[in-house]
Structure formats: structure tokens, C-alpha cells
């Protein structure tokens, strides 16, 4: 007797028990086993790249899984009874089979095609999801968690860079009060405000940090794909400064491993993440906050740290030079600006023991020189003439590059002249670390360089003037520098052949004006004399004594005759 019955055309056959068994529900169990181990020890690499997967793979994975697993115990089931099915060719046992394997197939290797294959970047589809899986990430925090997360969005960002907003673009801006009122504002498409918070969201200190310390080849992508795309608007500003900062701080990062060659390799003559983020002026300008840093984390750098931020600012002026600029940068006013200030402390060095020769400080004046040095040596190079200065009568001076270098100079030693004992210290900063290291000799005697040296003596000597009609500490700080490092007589060695001129003004002066100064305000006065000069009241002059040391058997007096007003 046949089981068979039919349905009007359907006809309902019993499944047969001993039919070919391709995808059990015991088959099933075992897959998800190992399906399941695979996926509880992936690391945060691989949940983050199936979270920012341009489908919803956990919420298919998840359906997937309870349908197939449902269907082969059902499937299992309905064999073991026997129950029936329809009859026909269309659909046999073994394809049933074969379509819950291959589903469960599949969805796993969907895992892996984005977990390993082709792990997911940032676009279109998956904006949302790639914002909301960075969000939790960095709002978690977790260090190693965030070293990896940082790796995973360099791979993104050039896609970040080309949805993100420019803000520079007039057509991406908010419209102004007063603008006509038919001008739509700017909308940005969903794709654009997530690349948008996406570029503010990586500018968190900690995954800054996290970046420097062991994925740099996030930054390096970031501003090599600013550079070439030249969106120099787009919202870049907090993670420059905050990546900037960070490598600074961490004496491991690229900056201390990119900074010579002859020490560090062939990263040290490539740089290729300081290349990156400070080889583009323009860039760098417009970003505004890659050399300009914190003051409160200014001051706790030490010479290394400065050194490091030296080299970041030689960079950009090496590509500045190159372009053949002449025009003002607010780039270098800024830097200019911030190295000068790491040397104001050199005043807690006057009157201290010998032990002092081990601060910091000296170091970082060190730094200073050879960056002034440096930064001449290149303009030099770029072939670009500093010229003198020329104003017409009625117009505003008009600033260059070469009046920030001469106003920096004449920063770091207003900053030197006030180390003014013991003579010994007071003679090796003010002589032989500034003076002699940027005038005497012949140094810094290229073109632009000769601009420079023009601009530093006329500076200093309008400071020196200025206390004719306004007596001040930083003028009678600048007056004795220049006494104790030329003399109080002048010279016809060729080397000073560079400040004869200016020797020969300023000792005119003093002795024209000093007894007058003296008179005036004795604290304004003495403020120019170092140790070992001295102010002689009963024959009207200016004394220095030279001690018996070395090969001097006696002490050797130099003075200056002075005029009374």
C-alpha cells in the first residue's frame, strides 16, 4: 500500500529514514562550535573590522545561524519520522541539504572575507557604523585597544580626507549675517558629517597618544592624503596639535627616531612621517597648529624636546626657502616666538655655583644658536637676497621672514644678558655661545644671512637708543652684552669686521649718555655693567679688570672715558 496522497496536482511523498545525510543537525553543532571559538578569541582588529562592515554581519550572522540550526533539527527530525514531503525532482533531500550548508558556509566565510580579505574602510555604506565602532572605542579608552583601533583607521584615511568637509571652501561654509537670503546653507551629505566627527574624534589625547607611540603611520596617511588632495580645510587643526604634542613628549616617537641619519639610519635621512606632516609650508599654514603647541606643555620640554620641535620647524622652512618666499609667514612668527621662550630662564643662572653649568638651560640655548644657525644656512641655500629694509615715508614697515630671524636673535640675547656673573659663565653664554657662534668669524655670511646680521644690528642699537629718551632694564641689558662680548675699545682683528660698525656707535653712546643714565636711575645704569666691570665716579669712566690667570702674569685694565651731560 503506497503512502502516497495528493492535493489536487501536489502530491506528498514519506521522507525516506535512509536518504543521504549532507548537513546533519550534529554536523551543524560542530561548525558552530568552532565557528563560535573563532569568533570569541578574534582580537580587536578583527570585531572592529566586522563592526565597520558595510553590511549588518552580526545581526545576519545571528538570523542566519538560528534559521539554518532550526531547519537542520527539523530537517533531522522530519527524516527520523518519516513525515512527508512534496513529491517532485525540484527540491530533493540532498539539495535541502545542500542550501542550509552552504547559507551556514557562507556567513562564515563572510566573517573572514571581512575580518581578513578585505577588511572594510570608511565610505558611503558603512559611515554610520564605522563612526559609532571609533566612538566606543575611544570612549573606552583601553590603551592596547586603541593602539590597534588607531591602525585600522590610517587604512581609512584617505577616504576620511576626501568626504571630509573643506571648510576653506566658501560653497561649505555657514552663510554670514547679512548675506542675501536666497543662499541655501550648507548641508553636508550624512557620509561628509560622519567623516567630519570622525576627524575631530581621532584628535582625543589618548588616541593621539596611542597613534605616536605605536602606529605613526596613521598621521603619516592623514597629512600625505591633506598634502596631495590640498584640503588643507578640513577639520585637522585638534589632531595636528595633539599628535604634535604627544611626539614630543614621548622621546620614542618619530621625531627623535627621524632626526639624523648618522644616528638613527635610513628613517633618519628619509623622515618619512616628519617629511608627511611639515614638509609642505602651505599645509602647515593652514592648519595652523602643527608648530604651535601649548605654552603650559612648552614649558616642561627639555633640550631634547626642544631640539626635536627645532628640527619639525626646519623642515617646513627648508620647503619655505625652496618656494623662494620672501613674504611673512605667521608659521615662523609663531615658532620664532616659542624658541625664544625656552630660553627666558636663563636668568637663574646668574649668580649661581659652577654646578649650574648642568642645567638644562644652557642646552637649550645651545638648541637655540644652532637653530638660528640652521634656519640662515638654509635661506642662504634658497638663493633669496634679505636686503635691507625699505619703508617709505607714511607707510607701514612692511616685515619679512628676516625681521622675525633678527627679532629672535635679539630675543636670545636679551635672554643671555642676563646672566651677568660670575665673570667666567657670564663671558662663555653671552661670547661664546651667542656672540661668537652667529658674528664673529665670518659666520652666517650668506646672502640672506648678511640681511639678517643687518636687521640684529640695527635692532640693537635702536634698543640701546631708545633709553635716551626712556631709560629701561631690556635696553641696559642689551648695552652691557654688547660691551662685555666687544670690548670697551674697538678692534681692527678682521674678525668683529661684521659689528665694527655697531661697536663703534654703541661705545659712542655710552660715552655720551651713561653718566647722564647714571644719574638719572643708578639700578637702570648698573643694570649694563657684568661682573668685573665697574663704574669709576672720581675719573669718569667704565673699568673692566682683567685677572692674572693663565698666562697672564698681572691683571690687565681696560677702561672707557666718559662725558659728562
Known amino acids: 500500500m503506497s503512502d502516497t496522497f495528493c492535493i489536487g496536482s501536489l502530491c506528498f511523498v514519506p521522507l525516506d529514514p535512509n536518504s543521504p545525510e549532507l548537513f546533519t543537525f550534529s554536523s551543524f553543532l560542530a561548525g558552530y562550535a568552532l565557528v563560535v571559538l573563532a569568533w570569541t578569541i578574534a582580537d580587536t582588529r578583527y570585531r572592529f573590522r566586522v563592526a565597520t562592515a558595510p553590511i549588518p554581519l552580526t545581526?545576519?550572522?545571528?538570523?542566519?545561524?538560528v534559521a539554518v540550526g532550526t531547519l537542520a533539527l527539523l530537517t533531522d527530525l522530519w527524516r527520523s519520522q518519516g513525515w512527508v514531503v512534496p513529491k517532485g525532482s525540484l527540491l530533493t533531500p540532498a539539495t535541502w541539504q545542500a542550501i542550509l550548508a552552504g547559507s551556514f558556509l557562507a556567513t562564515s566565510l563572510a566573517w573572514a572575507w571581512f575580518a581578513f580579505i578585505r577588511p572594510p574602510k570608511y565610505g558611503r555604506v558603512n559611515a554610520r557604523r564605522y563612526a559609532t565602532a571609533l566612538y566606543a572605542a575611544i570612549l573606552k579608552g583601553n590603551t592596547p585597544d586603541l593602539a590597534?583601533?588607531?591602525?585600522?583607521?590610517?587604512?581609512?584615511?584617505g577616504s576620511l580626507i576626501h568626504h571630509a568637509t573643506d571648510h576653506r571652501d566658501t560653497r561649505h561654509q555657514w552663510p554670514r549675517s547679512g548675506e542675501a537670503d536666497h543662499e541655501e546653507p550648507y548641508n553636508p551629505?550624512?557620509?561628509?558629517?560622519?567623516?567630519?566627527?570622525?576627524?575631530?574624534?581621532?584628535?582625543?589625547?589618548?588616541?593621539?597618544?596611542?597613534?605616536?607611540?605605536?602606529?605613526?603611520?596613521?598621521?603619516?596617511?592623514?597629512?600625505?592624503?591633506?598634502?596631495?588632495?590640498?584640503?588643507?580645510?578640513?577639520?585637522v587643526k585638534e589632531f595636528a596639535r595633539?599628535?604634535?604634542?604627544?611626539?614630543?613628549l614621548n622621546k620614542n616617537s618619530f621625531l627623535f627616531h627621524e632626526a639624523d641619519g648618522y644616528d638613527t639610519g635610513l628613517l633618519g635621512y628619509h623622515k618619512p612621517v616628519s617629511q608627511a606632516m611639515f614638509s609642505n609650508h602651505n599645509m602647515v599654514a593652514a592648519v595652523g597648529t602643527l608648530l604651535d603647541q601649548d605654552f603650559q606643555e612648552r614649558d616642561q620640554w627639555d633640550s631634547s624636546q626642544w631640539n626635536a620641535y627645532c628640527r619639525a620647524v626646519l623642515i617646513t622652512l627648508r620647503d619655505y626657502a625652496d618656494k623662494q618666499?620672501?613674504?611673512?609667514?605667521?608659521v615662523f612668527s609663531v615658532a620664532f616666538s616659542n624658541i625664544q621662550e625656552s630660553v627666558r630662564d636663563l636668568h637663574h643662572l646668574d649668580g649661581m655655583a659652577d654646578s649650574a653649568w648642568n642645567q638644562d638651560v644652557t642646552q637649550r640655548l645651545r638648541v637655540a644658536v644652532d637653530f638660528i644657525k640652521e634656519a640662515a644656512r638654509l635661506l642662504d641655500e634658497s638663493g633669496v637676497g634679505a636686503g635691507r629694509p625699505s619703508q617709505k615715508r607714511g607707510q607701514r614697515k612692511r616685515l619679512t621672514i628676516f625681521d622675525d630671524m633678527a627679532h629672535l636673535i635679539v630675543e636670545v640675547i636679551c635672554s643671555a644678558a642676563s646672566v651677568r656673573s660670575p665673570r667666567d659663565r657670564c663671558w662663555v653664554i653671552q661670547h661664546n655661545m651667542v656672540w661668537d657662534e652667529l658674528f664673529d668669524f665670518g659666520d652666517l655670511d650668506g646672502v640672506a644671512s648678511r640681511g639678517i646680521k643687518y636687521r640684529v644690528r640695527r635692532l640693537?642699537?635702536?634698543?640701546?637708543?631708545?633709553?635716551?629718551?626712556?631709560?629701561?632694564?631690556?635696553?641696559?641689558?642689551?648695552?652691557?652684552f654688547c660691551l662685555n662680548v666687544m670690548g670697551l675699545r674697538m678692534t681692527t682683528d678682521n674678525y668683529a669686521r661684521d659689528t665694527a660698525a655697531l661697536h663703534r656707535v654703541l661705545l659712542s653712546w655710552t660715552r655720551r649718555h651713561w653718566v647722564?643714565?647714571?644719574?638719572?636711575?643708578?639700578?637702570?645704569?648698573?643694570?649694563?655693567?657684568?661682573?668685573?666691570?665697574?663704574?669709576?665716579p672720581d675719573e669718569s669712566r667704565l673699568v673692566v679688570v682683567y685677572p692674572a690667570q693663565g698666562l697672564r702674569r698681572e691683571p690687565h685694565y681696560v677702561h672707557l672715558d666718559l662725558s659728562h651731560p
Open 59 to 65: 545581526s545576519i550572522t545571528f538570523f542566519v545561524v
Open 148 to 157: 590597534v583601533i588607531a591602525d585600522e583607521v590610517g587604512r581609512s584615511a
Open 189 to 235: 551629505t550624512k557620509v561628509t558629517a560622519y567623516a567630519d566627527d570622525i576627524l575631530l574624534l581621532i584628535a582625543d589625547r589618548r588616541f593621539c597618544r596611542a597613534i605616536v607611540d605605536a602606529s605613526p603611520i596613521v598621521a603619516l596617511a592623514m597629512f600625505e592624503y591633506v598634502s596631495s588632495t590640498k584640503k588643507y580645510g578640513v577639520s
Open 242 to 248: 595633539n599628535v604634535v604634542g604627544e611626539a614630543i
Open 325 to 330: 618666499v620672501r613674504s611673512r609667514s605667521s
Open 460 to 480: 640693537i642699537y635702536d634698543e640701546v637708543s631708545r633709553m635716551t629718551d626712556f631709560p629701561n632694564f631690556k635696553g641696559a641689558k642689551v648695552l652691557g
Open 516 to 536: 647722564w643714565l647714571h644719574s638719572y636711575n643708578p639700578r637702570v645704569a648698573e643694570a649694563t655693567l657684568v661682573d668685573g666691570m665697574n663704574y669709576d
